[in-house]
């Protein structure tokens, strides 16, 4: 019950957001839009069996996504502007024990230095990254350097 009424919190302030204007009218029939909605989104994630997985290293995770944006940013830039920084590739991932592939694969997934492109059990991601080095978030998620 605490995830359908998540994903319909999230869903109807997502409505409000990109409506014109906020009329009981409006807001009525974007709660019944959102309700179908999340009740879908449950529906989708119960059927999958999906988790999000451990919390390990989450904290540090969070600690180093903001960095891992701005770094990788400015390296988007840097590969844009000039042929001669665009190296990368695929590459594993392994991550460090107890840390949910889920919520690390969309956490990497949100910079743009590098995306999951799947995830095998066991705690392994394939990334697509843009540079061969790894980044503070992927040192937090593995306990790369610790």
Partial sequence: MLELLLWWGVLLLLNTVFISSVS???MAVGG???LLGALGAVA???ASGATPGGPARLARALWAFPWTLLADTGRLALAVASPAHRRGGFRTVRLAPGTGAAWGAALLSS?????AV???DGGELTVHAMEDQLSSLERALTGAGE
Wanted: hydrophobic share 30%.
């Fill in 44 to 46: 989708v994630r119960r």
């Fill in 118 to 120: 799947e995830s095998r």
């Fill in 24 to 26: 009981p009218l409006e």
């Fill in 32 to 34: 019944g839009v959102a």
């Fill in 111 to 115: 910079t743009p230095g590098a995306y």
